[in-house]
């Protein structure tokens, strides 16, 4: 019988997480001030965050950074994740390529988010840290962050975007559960939050909103620091944790993805994936491809700019060189809750500048189609978020049947959708629709970014 | 480090089911006709199940049954499970037991029902069904079987619990999802459903309503065939794979368990976890105690009489000899609605009158308790229904506590409660309560049994 998945033991995990920016052939460019334009370190950034993960974010010599055995003592408690291949998807598409999915979604808490908040949490409880504040949208990485707190005896904030917060209510349970207080954004409880409700009552919150209330509660805090679900950096190397292991499993597989394609919101699990096996096409000559699959409603990589830009709305964090839509842009209610993201990380917007990776925009429809495709053939329902990247690899997929080539494509399952039926139940009633952007509206947001 | 999960490779799984009933020093009795009384064979009860699941259930010479190279196939999508040593909960018990998991909650259903819905609708398939049926309670089972009717072109109706789909409307998304039709029992859909509607219009359903919704939908379709998911043998019988794999990964990690836990609906993830491993105890001199923890709420185990007794409400099934709370007992609405049954499998039974395992029963405000123990100390958040297995064990490891013995406790984590976060959120709240019923409750179903 032909093997399905390919699962390591606990002595084969990784030790050692990959940091692309050593290996970059354009190193990315620095954060800067938004007053003064300076270059900001370490240093600049330790007020917010812990200080290793600033560290980390800036570091572009040490091409691996060992994973503090407290952390990977944790990782044991779900990793490694499966990598699978789809065989009854793959039936279903009648296609010739081979497709393997990581399975994140078997991860506790349901999708990959966990691998950086036991590392940031581990960072800021080593630092003398009692306290962390976050952002969250879907509630996929509020609630890896309010287990991680637990895990390393620390207080969680968080602050869920309001339109996720009402879509997905057993998410703020999930966070409640775990210990965490958990609250609306905008809210009333910052000065930020009440900015933003002032000019607009009825705002249903975005990413970029949640991180100013979060930003504002660490900065104004004693011993509470912010953590970051994802665009930074140190978070999508805390991520490679998942390619580092899919490369040991596609050799099990005895396979190498000519594809890699993950689903885009700020990077961490597309990163995640990605840069390990991206790592051999900088330096051991391997060609292949990699595609960040984000949603039409939010089409930063497909059609922002590259700018300097702020990291949320209130324009609190430093500005990063990044591709955007302007941090004003308020991003259609779409279900992908953790796709709603104005700009691309920096590692990953350089990488697009430098045509190292692509960007593909997905409509929300063929994303919930591919979706119920993959849940009636793998028996996993993914999360929408997920199934952005599902339907880019049918896409690729589809493009094989075509050519008859038996391409090997990977794909990341950055998390499962069982807290998301409310969206699947829309779609199968038939209530879900695209949100295409107009380029009239990406140019009026534009204008938000700083010159 | 100390390893913590222990898991098989695909060509390690097993191959073959256990039944126990060929071990049993002391046989079943046989189902009967309710008018007759005369037993039935596997002829009689083959218009209602499956033909070869009626054999399975009758068999009571072969211990080990193969598993179709179809469901092994489709087994690998997600087993084997992995076992895991509960390191943390140990530590926030100070207990000087080990403490192993069975973690059937990365099941793609989230339960560890799928095991045996795949065999059901794989036997139903080859036999030339079309359609299938059953009933749910929490919705566990009709997910999976929704699943696998999927898996194998069948085309699924579930007759949901009322009050378990109010508490719990993303199962039924769930099961929409895949194909199947979901109906609210009791409904006025079967003259079953209509008659208990009649006589108590606010009626909020119970497994044993529903199944008989099912099981007269079964017996007036063409083509049709009823599944059921726990009570009866062959459906224990299809999840020993569960046990069967722990017993190799306990081996893996170097124990043997003195005391195996799981909870009790029907029997099926109890009999799954402990079937194996009582074959050691009935063979091979072992030793080890088996706990079947049951709600205060719904005592066959503890408080029910051994008698022959409808598997249904409306007394549509064959009479099966079992402990019962009368097939009229109407459980309180608990959370761990997979547990809302008046009856214990006819194996189970038995064994619990031979003295070769026993029943606990679990108030429900404490198996909430451990529920959230468990979830801040191993990260999972775990259905209702298992959090009374986890209270059990924690109980066990609470007396090592006491006495300082080392002992290896095992327990069947049969689902993640993800879905199930109201239930946390009411006992977050503080709105949870213990419902103990009454010996003169029990006293006035018990005269519903035919004598």
Redesign the interface.
Known sequence: ?K???F?L???ELPTAWYNIQADMPTKPMPPIHPATKQPLGADDLAHIFPRECCVQELDTEHDFIPIP?EV??KY???RSTPL?RAY?LEEALQTPAHIYFKNES?N???SHK?NSALAQCFYAKQEGTTNVTTETGAGQWGAALA?AA??FGLEAAVYQVKISMQQK??RS??M????AAVTGSPSMSTRAGKDIITRDPHHPGSLGTAISEAVELATTTPNCKYTLGSVLNHVALHQTIIGLEAEKQMAMAGEYPDVVIACFGGGSNFGGIAFPFMRHNLKDGKNTKFIAAEPESCPKLTRGEFRYDFGDEAGYTPLLPMFTLGHSFKPANIHAGGLRYHGAGVIISQLIKDGLMQGVDIPQLESFEAG?LF??S????PAPESSHAIAAAIREAQKCKETGEEKVILFNLSGHG??D??A??QY?NGDLINYRVSDQDIKQTLKSVPE
């Open positions: 019988m093997q399905k998945k699962i033991q606990e002595n055995e990977l003592e044991k408690f779900y699978v009854a078997v506790p808490l349901g966990i287990y637990t895990v209510p057993y349970s999930i409640r559960t775990f210990g119920m849940a009636r793998e028996g996993i329902i069982l807290i039926m409310s699947y139940d199968l």
